[in-house]
């Protein structure tokens, strides 16, 4: 099996999975317990949550979370009343999230994308204004490998008085997070860490209300025992993101220049420029990418967003760049990384370009 689906999930780094046997399997204590072994816990635990705000902006505290999914309800839900802002591209953890606060009350104003991903910054400026109390974008899309420009979206924030929160989730460890964050989620699994842990970033002063009530743990944000095993992967992998950045971005971008010329009769959707290269959403007239999907039983790719599989609709992402149901349809999306080779690269593409032009033939 070719592995290219690294925005769902990420190989787990052997460092890491190194790392959280100990803790899984003899220094099982309660971080939270007073006792020695909860002390030699909870270390372990402030260990990771160092090295993981190592690559995140300075002047704020890291959360652990069991995900970004809950990260980003937590700083959504938790933030001060007032108008919501976010993009037509976010991940579902932002849109449903924000829908359900329009349900409750909250004004939401959803941004629209151009042709090429990013966000139209007349709109943005147009709709981030006093009233305002959050805006949330997406650092690099999960779809479509699109880098928005974060930076002028929270300089608007600030002007017009409200917090800005960046779903820094594919792009953590890959791309800088810019200082300007108010708040950022982030997650393991992204990083070649464990499933079932993230972490909200909070800039000092900045402090949501809670969503779980109980031991008042992580700052009394985000009750219940943490699994120091978890924590410690999660800090293990994003040692690594720090230590072999310039490592994996060589590595990636080789990959990627190999891809343009193996995939030269798919069309890129998204901007070519603003993306991290180990992200291409592909499409071809004239196939279905479900049927493309179930043909290539060897390769691992999708059709977008894993959370979104299954549900048969269309990519909500493509149609915003305007892309037909036909077009949406007919496209792909390949991920790849650390630890994909050349070779597998091309053998993928080769499965994938055969049955392409079979499926597309009168």
Known sequence: MIYLDYQATTPLAPEAFDAMVPLLRDQFANPHSAHRPGRAAAAQVEVAREEIGKLLP?????LFTSGATEALNIAIQGAPAGAIVTIATEHAAVLDTADAMRRAGRDVTVLPVGPDGIVDPDAAREAIVPGV?????MLVNNEIGVIQPVEMLAAMAHEAGALFLCDAVQGYGRVPIPQGCDMVAISAHKIHGPKGVGALWLRDGVKPAPLIHGGGQEGGLRSGTLSPALCAGFGVASRLMRERADMDRVHVEKLA?????LFDDWTLNGSMAQR???NLNLRREGIDGARLLSHCRNVAFSLGSACAS??????HVLRALGLTDGQARGSVRIGFGRYTTPAELERAATVLNEAAAAQAAP
Do not use: K, M
């Not at 109390?133 to 974008?137: E, I, T």
């Not at 220049?257 to 010329?261: F, M």
């Not at 299954?310 to 990519?315: E, K």
């Open 58 to 62: 300075s002047g704020g505290r890291t």
């Open 276 to 278: 991290y290269a180990g």
């Open 133 to 137: 109390a959050l805006v949330v974008a």
């Open 257 to 261: 220049a190999a891809a343009r010329s």
């Open 310 to 315: 299954g549900s048969g609709r269309p990519s």
